[in-house]
T-cell receptor, first 117, second 111 residues
Framework: DARVTQTPRHKVTEMGQEVTMRCQPILGHNTVFWYRQTMMQGLELLAYFRNRAPLDDSGMPKDRFSAEMPDATLATLKIQPSEPRDSAVYFC???????????????FGEGSWLTVV | GENVEQHPSTLSVQEGDSAVIKCTYS??????FPWYKQELGKGPQLIIDIRSNVGEKKDQRIAVTLNKTAKHFSLHITETQPEDSAVYFC??????????FGDGTTLTVKP
């Protein structure tokens, strides 16, 4: 079964520390999304990429967050320095865009559960 | 950008009853409307979707209806079971493939 893989699944860190979350999208997918979810409600779009190029990162706090795709099999979301308000679940999702009627379905990973103390 | 509104935010039904969740969207160019189910501790999973060239789609106990003129679509779950309890999200991706989600509906099915 093809799936989106995220690491780490759980992370507890101290305020001020750097946090890096990694995502391996489904092989062949050309679009990768990062979402943040708090309190089991609301999927807030932070950023998304197409063919490794950032298309929209307007949902991401630029002063401390950064997102990159070093290659087609890896997407990263970094927080530096982390703050308690960053505590949330961070989801990566991938999809294949631009193939007519078969496009636009996206598939989620299991999330990275971040706690900043 | 696309604005997606979802109602209700919480829904409680008795086992065996039907549940309906509604979403409205703003971008008239949207042509694909998926529904996701998120169980506790897991990522959202696609359960059904509909494209703008049809008005209704069914898959066993779940169905989705679309009204493009009014720009709204709905998820219908019939004969609800306790395992249907979860958070449900709708989305209306833009033509650029940007997926913005509704705020979610927490469905509780009481045995």
């Amino acid at each position: 079964d093809a799936r989106v893989t995220q690491t780490p699944r759980h992370k507890v860190t101290e305020m001020g520390q750097e946090v890096t979350m990694r995502c391996q999208p489904i092989l062949g997918h050309n679009t990768v999304f990062w979402y943040r979810q708090t309190m089991m409600q609301g999927l807030e779009l932070l950023a998304y990429f197409r063919n490794r190029a950032p298309l929209d990162d307007s949902g991401m706090p630029k002063d401390r967050f950064s997102a990159e795709m070093p290659d087609a099999t890896l997407a990263t979301l970094k927080i530096q320095p982390s703050e308690p308000r960053d505590s949330a679940v961070y989801f990566c999702a991938s999809g294949l865009y631009g193939t007519g009627l078969s496009g636009n379905t996206i598939y989620f990973g299991e999330g990275s559960w971040l706690t900043v103390v | 950008g696309e604005n997606v509104e979802q109602h209700p935010s919480t829904l409680s039904v008795q086992e065996g009853d039907s549940a309906v969740i509604k979403c409205t969207y703003s971008d008239s160019a949207s042509n694909y409307f998926p529904w996701y189910k998120q169980e506790l501790g897991k990522g959202p999973q696609l359960i059904i979707d509909i494209r703008s060239n049809v008005g209704e789609k069914k898959d066993q106990r779940i169905a989705v209806t679309l009204n493009k003129t009014a720009k709204h679509f709905s998820l219908h779950i019939t004969e609800t079971q306790p395992e249907d309890s979860a958070v449900y999200f709708c989305a209306a991706p833009t033509n650029a493939g940007k997926s913005t989600f509704g705020d979610g509906t927490t469905l509780t099915v009481k045995p």
